[in-house]
């Protein structure tokens, strides 16, 4: 059989930080060497025009996380690595999608009802954000989709959109699944109730982080909780953050301290500030090189995106044919 394809995308809509590293970025490096030649993955521009407060700064993100992607350790000798944008037929097989998915499926997505509740006008954009997401995920032949939690939803609203299409135009795409991580959804550092994000300020430690700010984030972390009997939502954040981060001797004897109450917490959120600034130092250091030649960092994007756009026309080639142009 033939190796599986992977496709993933992150939003240029701000710092890359430790939930999208934790949640998907981490299993795209570990990934490119398993599929090698078999990885697709880009900054989402597209999805990215729907927040047009963020989208003002769009080609400054674009480049900074570019400069991120690679500092994390993405290889593109390994990988196709591209923005969105340059692959503009991904757009095309949208409408066709939009063509034969109900809208009562997208009125259900769980990122839509959020986001709609809160703004002011609701642009068909916001509703047809998954069905752009299916297109990218099927016009590269995807089979697994690295994500976070969140975006569980929608790789499943691909599989509808794929067997939809099917059985209208005859067998032409995959279901595609997700391929989650243990550690799918990092809480809000302020608002553990809350997913971690770029969105709620003071939720997120960036990657790109000073020592400094790192700390002073941690430290402000929120760790009460009114339910008495179990562990509150923000300390067992803390604690999921440690294990990634720390020694596991480390980790254990901060829980047995839990255990037996004789935990301090600003003690525990030292520690777990300590092992994030020190895992991070190295990414810091290369970011930062990294963003001194931004030309560069485009020259390697142009490069994936001839790549990706060569797949995308194959099959677009395809599709027309099934529906006859
Ligand atoms: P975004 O930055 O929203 O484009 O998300 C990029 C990737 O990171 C997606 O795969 C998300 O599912 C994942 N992600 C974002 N925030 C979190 C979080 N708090 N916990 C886990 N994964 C996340
Ligand atoms: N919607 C995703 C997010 O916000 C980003 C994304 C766009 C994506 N297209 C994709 C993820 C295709 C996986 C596959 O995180």
């Not at 067997?163 to 959804?185: D, I, M, S, V, Y």
């Not at 971690?196 to 003071?202: A, C, E, L, R, Y």
């Not at 092992?275 to 490069?303: D, G, S």
Request: charged share 25%.
């Amino acid at each position: 059989m033939e190796k599986e394809t992977i496709v993933s995308g992150i939003q240029p809509t701000g710092a890359l930080h430790v939930g999208g590293y934790l949640g998907a970025i981490r299993n795209w490096v570990e990934l490119q060497d398993e599929y090698r030649g078999r990885c697709y993955f880009f900054t989402a521009d597209y999805h990215a025009m729907n927040e047009p407060e963020t989208f003002a700064n769009c080609a400054t993100y674009r480049t900074e996380l570019g400069a991120e992607l690679l500092a994390a350790g993405l290889d593109p000798k390994k990988i196709t690595l591209f923005h969105q944008k340059d692959v503009p037929e991904v757009t095309e097989l949208c409408w066709m999608f939009d063509t034969v998915v109900p809208v009562t499926f997208l009125e259900r997505m769980t990122q839509f009802k959020d986001k709609s509740e809160r703004a002011k006008t609701v642009n068909a954009g916001l509703l047809n954000y998954p069905v752009l997401q299916a297109a990218d995920i099927l016009i590269y032949g995807g089979d697994r989709v690295p994500v976070g939690e969140d975006q569980i939803q929608h790789v499943e609203l691909t599989r509808d959109i794929a067997r939809f299409w099917n059985n209208r135009f005859g067998q032409t795409f995959a279901e595609p699944k997700p391929l989650l991580t243990k550690t799918a959804r990092v809480m809000s550092l302020n608002f553990p109730e809350r997913k971690m994000s770029k969105s709620i300020p003071g939720s997120a430690v960036f990657l790109a982080d000073s020592p400094d700010e790192i700390r002073a984030k941690v430290r402000k972390a929120v760790t009460a909780s009114s339910a008495e009997d179990s562990m509150p939502a923000g300390v067992a954040n803390l604690f999921e953050l440690f294990a990634e981060f720390g020694p596991a001797e480390e980790v254990e004897k901060f829980q047995k301290q839990y255990a037996d109450r004789s935990i301090r917490y600003s003690e525990l959120k030292d520690a777990v500030a300590d092992h994030l600034i020190a895992y991070f130092a190295p990414f810091r250091a290369r970011r930062e090189e990294l963003l001194r030649h931004p030309n560069e960092i485009e020259k390697v994007f142009q490069q994936g995106a001839k790549r990706a756009r060569a797949k995308a026309q194959e099959t677009m080639q395809i599709v027309r044919k099934k529906i006859g142009f």
